[in-house]
């Protein structure tokens, strides 16, 4: 049950980012990071260079509550969810800031029970 809810999700997600974006899921304790980031284009000095990597991770609760839902709600929460990436995503940056030689920052978008049920 779980994959089917990663597999829906990961595709409402998918298209709000760049085309050539690398999207996965894992869970990391009992939440659902959906990983994100992309090849930026943007430094001839840097071909490779990468986005900021962008992790929504969906507490436990949350995952806990939605699974418990009809489909009708289960409906709903996808599109407050995919609003809630929409927003965040407007306001991100991917520029890493970073030189070649340091980690690419991660930035962390939680999805909580308040996020689905607002």
Do not use: C, H
Request: proline fraction near 5%.
């Amino acid at each position: 049950m779980d994959e089917e809810i990663y597999t829906e999700w990961m595709g409402l997600i998918k298209p709000i980012f760049p085309d050539q974006s690398e999207v996965r899921s894992f869970k990391r304790s009992d939440d659902l990071v959906i990983s994100v980031n992309w090849k930026l284009d943007n430094d001839i000095s840097r071909p490779n260079k990468r986005s900021r990597r962008i992790e929504i991770v969906v507490s436990e609760e949350a995952l806990e509550d939605y699974r418990e839902k009809s489909i009708k709600k289960r409906f709903t929460d996808n599109e407050k969810l995919k609003s809630f990436v929409q927003q965040q995503y407007r306001q991100f940056n991917p520029e890493p800031g970073t030189s070649r030689y340091e980690l690419t920052p991660v930035e962390k978008w939680v999805v909580t029970l308040d996020v689905l049920s607002n």
